[in-house]
């Protein structure tokens, strides 16, 4: 019964349309070209050199798509086992009718062929959106995006902050900004002037969020601008600062996001612990991992400082996820956000998504998001959370509290697009 019944579930949330509240596309070229553009996804360059294959093989300057393509091919052996290896059998079967249950050396030129000529068609995009039900796709657009050329309101803007954080030490940043602004900023004043401009872009353009991806140890407390109005001005006349001091310019600038996030009515998505260049012979994005340091406590400060901000937040472990349930348990504010990174596997996924659907209020919870780079993996990523939301709603709310079927598609259907909507706007 329990089989059959998920099965029922898996099938109602199969059929919804999407809205996916984060990703990283390029609306300008949405969807894949090659089977290089799917494939040279990080999460098989990294496994694959995981496995054995040299950064050198994966990443060749000027290497022709097809010939990285089969370099790739001679390392899925190894990969086999990953539920990754299953999206791009699951993306090779459902646009390019590959039946096979193996991509290899004797049918992978084959399977590249049909591909470019299937992703050649002028409506390719439009196929793919489609065919994986998906009506809207937020972006992570750099903060000097002129966020113009392609159609907002599928293409949802979302504003990125990271470089302004954490690198306006770097002169190119520093340009950036007052090209995107047309503002001479030289202190802290027309720093955070140049901060409204941004947003005022933004919004402009329909945006429906900040978002930023932080460190374990990045501490956001409040800094007044006459705190920070000297390490400004002397950053912005082009002298080097103290790691300390970039530290405080990198709180005063975060601050501020949180202050615009409240003035235009903006949720403001918190990636948090993630570590950079942890391996640096890594492939290109396979070097970042995640610390257990990481706590929530840190941000304490800035939950109860803004109660009329919402912070969807996303962490990256187990452990995380339990203190990000506590909070989202107390503070009205923080929202559980999506299943992140090394935590986007179904064993991972079933442990939070019990946790998350035990204890939080429902309108509290956005269940999923591709993180994509092209469209293809929405449909994979989003079938695999599906499935794993169908178990859960059939085993631990139809059979062990005895919910109507309709009852607990309704839930389903609730974290996976009416939170999206609600919390985000529509």
């Known amino acids: 019964m329990s089989e059959q019944l998920s099965k029922r579930i898996f099938t109602e949330l199969e059929s919804l349309v999407l809205i996916d509240p984060h990703t990283h596309i ?12 799917i494939m040279g996804y990080h999460y098989y360059t990294e496994l694959a050199h995981s496995a054995g294959l040299p950064r050198e093989v994966i990443e060749e ?24 290896l299953s999206w791009l059998l699951d993306i090779c079967s459902e646009f390019f009718g590959f039946e096979e249950e193996a991509i290899t050396a004797s049918n992978w030129e084959k399977l590249y062929d049909t591909a470019a000529e299937k992703m050649a068609q002028p409506d390719w ?37 990271d470089d302004l954080v954490f690198h306006l030490a770097k002169s190119e940043t520093r340009e950036r900004l007052a090209k995107a602004t047309k503002l001479d900023v030289g202190c802290a ?37 006459d705190q920070v109005d000297p390490i400004v001005r002397s950053l912005f006349a082009g002298d080097e600062i103290t790691d300390d001091e970039s530290k405080i310019v990198s709180q005063f600038v975060f601050w501020t996001l949180a202050e615009y996030c409240a003035e235009h009515h903006l949720p403001f998505d918190l990636m948090i612990g993630v570590n950079r260049r942890v391996y640096e012979a890594g492939v290109y994005q ?23 901000v919402t912070f969807p937040v996303s962490v990256l472990t187990s452990t995380s996820n339990q203190e990000l349930v506590s909070y989202s348990w107390i503070f009205p504010n923080v929202v559980i956000n999506g299943h992140w990174w090394y935590s986007n596997t179904p064993a991972f996924i ?11 209020p429902k309108t509290k919870q956005i269940g999923y998001y591709s993180d994509m780079y092209k469209l293809e993996f929405a449909l994979p990523k989003f079938r695999m959370y599906r499935r794993v939301l169908a178990n859960v709603l059939a085993s631990d709310f139809v059979i ?27």
């Open 350 to 360: 079933t442990f939070d998504c019990k946790s998350r659907l035990e204890a939080v």
């Open 26 to 37: 390029n609306p300008h070229s949405a969807a894949s070209t090659t089977l290089a553009d």
């Open 61 to 84: 300057p000027g290497i022709d798509p097809k010939e990285k393509v089969g370099r790739l091919v001679t390392q899925l052996g190894d990969l086999d086992n990953t539920i990754q």
């Open 125 to 161: 995009e439009q196929q793919v959106l489609k065919q994986s039900g998906l009506e809207q796709v937020f972006l992570t657009n750099d903060f000097d995006d002129p966020l113009e050329g392609f159609d907002t309101n599928l293409y949802i803007p979302c504003l990125r902050t």
């Open 286 to 308: 396979g070097q970042d991992l995640y610390d257990k340091r990481t706590s929530l406590i840190l941000y304490k400060e800035l939950f109860n400082a803004f109660p009329k």
């Open 189 to 225: 004043k027309t720093l955070r002037d140049a901060v409204g401009k941004l947003f005022d872009h933004f919004t402009s353009k329909g945006a429906r969020a900040c978002a930023i991806s932080l460190p374990p140890d990045f501490n956001p407390i409040a800094v007044t601008a």
């Open 400 to 426: 062990a509290r005895n919910w109507s079927e309709q009852r607990a598609i309704e839930l389903g259907k609730l974290v996976l697009r009416g939170n999206v909507e609600t919390i985000f706007g529509n």
